[in-house]
């Protein structure tokens, strides 16, 4: 995350970010209402980022962070093989739920962020975290492939930039589907498990 070290001030700081998000919205939300409620000052809070951009960029950012720990929890307490897929792609398909429902901080961000993208700090912000999306899914399919469970044959490199390209759509699904057509996490699941060749001969 930028080289940042995660210490107690900035995960509070984050949290907050991520709370006063999902009550006020990105817009109305100001580094000075997070400061207020974290107790940290305006300055403490420019220590780490540049500006209320950056710091929902870092909220986005750990937002990954935390599903690639999942991920790795889930790939450690499941059996190599066909049958060891089903928990890691739980987890993901949880989160792509999540991220696609528009109650997420994630999704708020996405969508705040693509808003401003003629802005080239912001520019810089989000094509730092599709590159970091890109990334983290293509170690996720390669961790698969180790184990047995994704086929060899899958590009990970091309899965990894459709699976981002999906996660893209399901945050911005809940801003122009009107009609409660989302797709449910039946539904991305069973994507994932296509994508990824899982249970093919």
């Known amino acids: 995350m930028q080289d940042k070290v995660m ?6 700081l984050l949290e907050i970010a991520e709370e006063m998000i999902m009550e006020k919205g990105c817009r109305a939300t100001t580094l000075q ?3 207020d409620r974290s107790g940290l000052t305006k300055g403490a809070i420019y220590h ?11 909220v986005l950012e750990a937002g ?21 897929i089903k928990g890691p792609l739980d987890t993901l398909s949880e989160r792509l739920r999540d ?20 802005k080239p700090a912001v520019a810089s912000i989000l094509k730092r975290y599709h590159k970091t ?14 184990n047995g469970v994704i086929p060899a044959s899958i590009d990970a490199d091309r899965a990894a930039r459709m ?11 809940h801003n122009i589907a009107t009609d409660g057509g989302e797709i449910n996490e039946l539904e991305i699941y069973e994507f994932l498990m296509n994508a990824l060749g899982a249970g093919r001969d």
Do not use: C, H
Not at 7 to 12: P, T
Not at 64 to 84: I, L
Not at 163 to 173: D, E, I, P
């Open 163 to 173: 699976f981002t390209v999906f996660k893209n759509g399901l945050q911005v699904q």
């Open 33 to 35: 209402d997070i400061a």
């Open 7 to 12: 210490n107690d001030s900035l995960k509070k």
């Open 48 to 58: 780490y980022v540049k500006s209320k951009d950056e710091l929902f960029g870092m």
């Open 64 to 84: 990954m962070e935390k599903t690639n720990q999942r991920f790795f929890e889930s790939v450690a307490r499941t059996p190599a093989g066909p049958e060891g």
């Open 99 to 118: 991220i696609g429902s528009g109650n997420s901080a994630a999704s708020l961000i996405f969508i705040y962020l693509l808003s401003q993208q003629d």
């Open 133 to 146: 999306s890109i990334l983290t899914a293509k170690t996720w399919i390669e961790v698969g492939q180790q």
